[in-house]
């Protein structure tokens, strides 16, 4: 047995991480080893650490798990040579944290990863633990709450792009956003490239997890039941019953509700929707080329959050 014995400085404390590894011979095994194929590298054996639950990479995801805690973690895996200052507070964390670390090398890191950028560190944690089906209790808790402005909360509806998911959330917990509501059906799994994506707000933001449709309109209704309004976003500008976003202003605790990247949202969720709202763009003139007809699920969501959150009335104001 070797010890490899990996020395970093964060701030003016020195930190020392030890990593005990064998010479594995073919046909050995060892109890915290394994061997995989390498995807990348002709079907290569290279052995890599048991891992307990799922990995997540990047140093957000990571930096926002450890803070958060909604997840047990179990090891931590980070890569050998030199380690640039924000690796190093992430470990720095890890080790607050009491998390066993392990230093590897990139092509293990590769293969934890599936091959997507990594940042020099990946984490084995549990699954995200989510808020399930309890609609009565999660909208009274989300109201007692905000004390001064109306809650808002999201729900993109199958939204099936992992990359659009996770940029949604990154702006739900960027502009303050109290809940997003996930189908479980038909959506992007809630996966470590959504964790990416969102720059580690999957982590943070609260999540009600919906399993079906009837749930989601039980949500609709019980909503609408404590004052709330349902609002719902259409690219048909042209429809007398959709309203312009920045002529939209609300007192009241809103739900918003973006559709499916393809087909938007069907019309048993639009006719429950209060509001549709669509966003302005450039107005073609003459000689125009034609003009891209609409945004990006997440680019929408971003550009509408930004807006209501600015323009939201207190609680009690009718103006």
Known sequence: MFISKTTF???RKKCTTLFAYSTIKSGATSKNIKYQPRSKNGGANLPLPEIKGETIWGLHPINAALVAQKREIFSAYYKTGELNERLKEVLGLCSKCGVPMQCVTSPVL?????????????????????????????IESSQSQCFYQPSVWVLPYRVVDPMNMGAILRSAQFFGVSKVVYM?????ALSAVVS????????????LALKTNSM????????????????????DRQ??????????RTNRPALFIFGNEASGLPSTIS???DVLLYIAGHQLQSGDHPSVPSLNVSVATGILLHS???NRLPKGDNS
């Open 239 to 248: 429809d007398e019953a959709v309203m312009d976003l920045r002529d939209f």
């Open 308 to 310: 209501i959150m600015n």
């Open 9 to 11: 400085m964060i701030g």
């Open 216 to 235: 989601l309109n039980d949500l609709l209704k019980r909503w609408k039941e404590v004052g709330g309004i349902v609002v719902g976003t259409s690219c």
């Open 184 to 188: 479980m059906q038909q959506s992007a």
């Open 110 to 138: 590769d293969e934890l990863s599936s091959h997507h950028p990594h940042q020099g560190i990946c984490l084995d944690v549990s699954e995200l633990p989510l808020e399930h089906d309890d609609i009565q209790n999660a």
């Open 271 to 273: 006719s429950q929707c």
């Open 196 to 207: 990416k994506a969102s720059s580690g707000a999957m982590e943070i933001v609260d999540i």
